[in-house]
């Protein structure tokens, strides 16, 4: 019964119609500036897993091979969630224009000064959005046909005590 109910939950968040769907705090219920208590709890009660991180300012929600949330804290709130997905090079440059097409809609255009084509920056507001493709075919996860990519929500103002 369990499994069935959050069989449901994941199909109504994550529609499969969209491979970068999840790739934002609002996905998950989750603001930047919330309690640590708050956020974990928010995660625990709509059946994640969560672990610890890297180091004790840091959980993480893996969610299958090729996706994964890290939640960074300072100051007991949260001050940046990362969402990071892996898939073939081809799937994940797809991924990328994606999330770009869907950050678009939400924000309108990115920062236009930064001429990359696999950067997308959002630093005109709070919080901040970073999304970075990687896709190279001659980086080490490149050369096996694996790509990366990383949307990044972050509070630039909240600097460590």
Do not use: C
Request: glycine fraction near 6%; charged fraction near 25%; proline fraction near 6%.
């Amino acid at each position: 019964m369990l499994l069935t109910a959050l069989t449901l939950v994941l199909a109504t968040a994550f529609p499969s119609s969209s491979k970068t769907s999840w790739m934002s705090p609002q996905a998950f219920r989750l603001s930047i500036g919330m309690s640590r208590a708050e956020a974990v709890g928010v995660l625990v009660d709509s059946g994640w897993r969560v672990k610890p991180g890297r180091n004790q300012d840091q959980v993480v929600v893996d969610y299958g091979d090729e996706k994964a949330m890290t939640l960074e804290f300072r100051r007991n709130r949260l001050h940046s969630a990362r969402f990071e997905l892996f898939a073939a090079l081809p799937e994940i440059r797809a991924a990328f224009e994606e999330q770009k097409a869907l950050l678009q809609k939400e924000h309108g255009q990115p920062k236009k000064s930064l001429r990359s084509r696999t950067v997308v920056l959002y630093d005109d507001r709070l919080p901040n959005i970073m999304m970075v493709l990687s896709d190279d075919p001659q980086s080490d996860y490149g050369k096996k046909g694996i790509g990366f990519l990383a949307v990044r929500y972050f509070n630039p103002v909240d600097g460590k005590p």
